[in-house]
């Protein structure tokens, strides 16, 4: 089994910078594919960054130039660098990454989540 477990969200003035972090753990062969996902209150989950394995990103154009995704591989962690937070960020982030598992004789691969940690921009 693979979790997924997710830290650093809070409350934070406009203008202030949060850091958050996740990290697998389980019974990982390998992780590929990491990100970063929102959903605020009565609208749907949003993609805000991902990153691959070899470090190529990807990212929302509404947090472009102020948040940065990255990793540490030997950590299986990712992490996503807020800065000049606004008060639209405001959400419930979620960890997604793919991640290979050993399952008897083979090597599986599945899309797991992480619980979510909340960020709130507010003054």
């Known amino acids: 089994q693979v979790q997924l477990v997710e830290s650093g969200g809070g409350l934070v003035q406009p203008g202030g910078s949060l850091r958050l972090s996740c990290a697998a753990s389980g019974n990982i062969f390998e992780v590929n594919a990491m990100g970063w996902y929102r959903q605020a209150p009565g609208k749907q989950r949003e993609l805000v960054a991902t990153?691959?394995?070899?470090?190529?990103?990807n990212s929302a154009d509404s947090v472009k130039g102020r948040f940065t995704i990255s990793r540490t591989n030997a950590k299986n962690t990712v992490y996503l660098q807020m800065n000049s937070l606004k008060p639209e960020d405001t959400a419930v982030y979620y960890c997604?990454?793919?991640?290979?598992?050993?399952?008897?004789?083979?090597?599986?691969?599945?899309?797991?989540w992480g619980q979510g940690t909340q960020v709130t921009v507010s003054s």
């Open positions: 990153i691959t394995s070899d470090g190529n990103t």
């Open positions: 997604n990454a793919y991640v290979r598992v050993v399952a008897g004789t083979q090597i599986q691969g599945k899309g797991y």
